[in-house]
């Protein structure tokens, strides 16, 4: 039994954004500064997150690197460069985690597989039910729900695409109307 005088970590909570389709435009593999084009409204929405009081942290596959399409030196140097931007625009980002393997190399981290996430709600003390994903893929979705997040919003060009989300969206401005505390 704890002391009263023990410090218990405060639980947090995060919002898990996925980087390729959330945060800039899915042009395939983007791994250069170049690639990046930030999505309307992104950092809009991101500062109504922030005054929730909500951790931003960045959850994102990039087999790319698995693939030999671009280096870990290449991502690290681009995770940086976004690092500075979130920073600019006054949302620091609480951490960027990735996976760099291809699919068949069935590890634990790519999503749909929950590892990227619980590992950031053990570093960060997240609390996952007070928490939210948000992705453009299904894989992001399950992700989330695999790492009992009981919220997610899936951004969609089709709103009658099968999801399991629980919001489906059409632009991140949306975002700002569903999470409200």
Same mark, same amino acid.
């Given at each position: 039994?704890?002391?009263? =005088? ?5 639980q947090?909570? +995060? ?15 983007? =791994? ?10 992104l950092? +809009?929405?991101?500062?109504h ?15 790319? !690197? ?22 600019? =625009? ?22 749909p ?6 590992? +950031?709600?053990?570093?960060?003390h997240?609390s996952?039910? =007070? ?32 999801s ?10 949306? !975002?700002?109307?569903? !999470?409200?505390?």
């Amino acid at each position: 039994m704890p002391s009263k =005088h023990s410090k218990v970590p405060l639980q947090n909570k +995060a919002i898990f954004l996925d980087r390729d389709g959330i945060i800039n435009e899915d042009t395939g593999y983007p =791994h250069q500064i170049s690639d990046i084009h930030f999505l309307p409204n992104l950092w +809009a929405t991101l500062h109504h997150l922030k005054k929730q009081h909500y951790k931003l942290i960045i959850v994102t596959n990039q087999s790319g !690197i698995g693939r030999g399409i671009f280096s870990e030196t290449n991502y690290q140097t681009l995770s940086n460069w976004l690092k500075q931007q979130f920073i600019m =625009h006054h949302v620091p980002l609480t951490a960027i985690y990735h996976c760099p393997h291809v699919p068949k190399q069935n590890c634990n981290c790519r999503k749909p597989k929950p590892g990227m996430i619980l590992n +950031a709600a053990k570093q960060h003390h997240i609390s996952l039910k =007070h928490s939210w994903i948000i992705g453009d893929k299904e894989s992001d979705i399950i992700a989330g729900i695999n790492a009992n997040i009981p919220q997610q919003i899936r951004l969609v060009s089709n709103p009658n695409v099968p999801s399991k989300a629980s919001h489906l969206i059409s632009s991140l401005s949306e !975002i700002t109307q569903i !999470i409200t505390q």
